[in-house]
């Protein structure tokens, strides 16, 4: 049975642009979540979808936004990039919101220059 | 502001000793806890889950939670030098499932000496 999957594993991006992330889930996994990783601030939650829908949201700002598709592959996009957005971005997956047990990708690593 | 509180470590034991790891926790609505490992340059693997009060034993690891007392922690029978990884605890923020509710600690640096 596959992982997560998240792409792409590493990016490099400067200030001001944008960025794409994906995240295809367990397969029969609905819900989507999106955590930020740094060594100061270890894992702070962004987001979660399930079943195209945002259920939660973390204390991130507008510019961090993301989206879930009806094959509940999730994407999540950052724009204005920042040198302080730059970190481990992961993906979890899970049956549904029912269920905390939550997987994780092998997250994609976004360095912001 | 719930939290979930980890010694960042590092924690160091000799190849074949028990490692023990603790977590305390401040929402007392909380009924799920979870540890993960994760490898320097890898993602969390979840390696045990626990809801209810007592232990709960897989392999070489046992979990234990004590709600009374805000506590979870984990225990490594026989450490071995490939269980050296930091170790997150996380906690179910208290109103219901979800995993967009979990709080994680900031982890716990295992170092196995052979």
């Known amino acids: 049975k596959a992982g997560v999957t998240q792409t792409p594993r590493y990016l490099i991006k400067t200030r001001g642009q944008q960025v794409t992330l994906s995240c295809s889930p367990i397969?029969?996994?609905?819900?989507v979540s999106w955590y930020q990783q740094t060594p100061g601030q270890g894992l702070q939650f962004l987001f979660e979808?399930?079943?195209?829908?945002?259920?939660n949201k973390g204390n991130f700002p507008g510019r961090f936004s993301g989206r879930q598709f009806s094959n509940s592959r999730s994407e999540m996009n950052v724009s204005t990039l920042e040198l302080g957005d730059s970190a481990l971005y992961l993906c979890?997956?899970?049956?549904?919101?029912?269920?905390?047990?939550?997987?994780f990708g092998q997250g994609t690593r976004l360095t912001v220059v | 502001q719930k939290e979930v509180e980890q010694n960042s470590g590092p924690l160091s034991v000799p190849e074949g000793a028990i490692a023990s790891l603790n977590c305390t926790y401040s929402?007392?609505?909380?009924?799920?806890f979870f540890w993960y490992r994760q490898y320097s340059g890898k993602s969390p693997e979840l390696i045990m889950s626990?809801?209810?009060?007592g232990d709960k034993e897989d392999g070489r690891f046992t979990a234990q939670l004590n709600k009374a007392s805000q506590y979870v922690s984990l225990l490594i029978r026989d450490s071995q030098p490939s269980d050296s990884a930091t170790y997150l605890c996380?906690?179910?923020?208290?109103?219901?499932?979800?995993?967009?509710?979990?709080?994680f600690g900031k982890g716990t640096k295992l170092s196995v000496k052979p």
């Open positions: 929402d007392r609505g909380s009924q799920s």
């Open positions: 979890a997956s899970s049956t549904g919101p029912e269920n905390t047990e939550a997987f």
């Open positions: 626990i809801y209810s009060n």
């Open positions: 397969s029969g996994h609905r819900s």
């Open positions: 979808y399930f079943s195209e829908t945002q259920r």
């Open positions: 996380a906690g179910e923020r208290g109103y219901g499932g979800s995993q967009g509710n979990l709080i």
